[in-house]
């Protein structure tokens, strides 16, 4: 949720939200409501895809090696945080060969 509102912050282009998991994009591509645990999260989500065009991609795994390696960091390091024009350094060597082609 916090990605999504940095992203509508930073930039006034559309948003690609891109996910490993179908069943992520289907939630927040649904209009129903998520009744999860997590459905107060998608309803925020769905909320701020509202105010821009949003665009839900699937991508490989082997294509989220960043988000993973992020996701790890928040975990073991018990903190969130927001690295603008460049990211923490155990990133560093997964940017490049993770990095997805946008095609519209």
Sequence with gaps: MQGMALALQHTELQVIIQSDSIE???ILSNENLS???Y???VAEIKAL???RESI???IRRDQNRVADCLANYSRTESCTAVWL???PPCIEDLLPVDCNPIIL
């Design 56 to 58: 839900p991609q699937k």
């Design 35 to 37: 009744r999860s645990a």
């Design 49 to 51: 895809m509202e105010e």
């Design 24 to 26: 992520a994009l289907s």
């Design 85 to 87: 024009q460049r990211g």
């Design 39 to 41: 459905g107060h999260l």
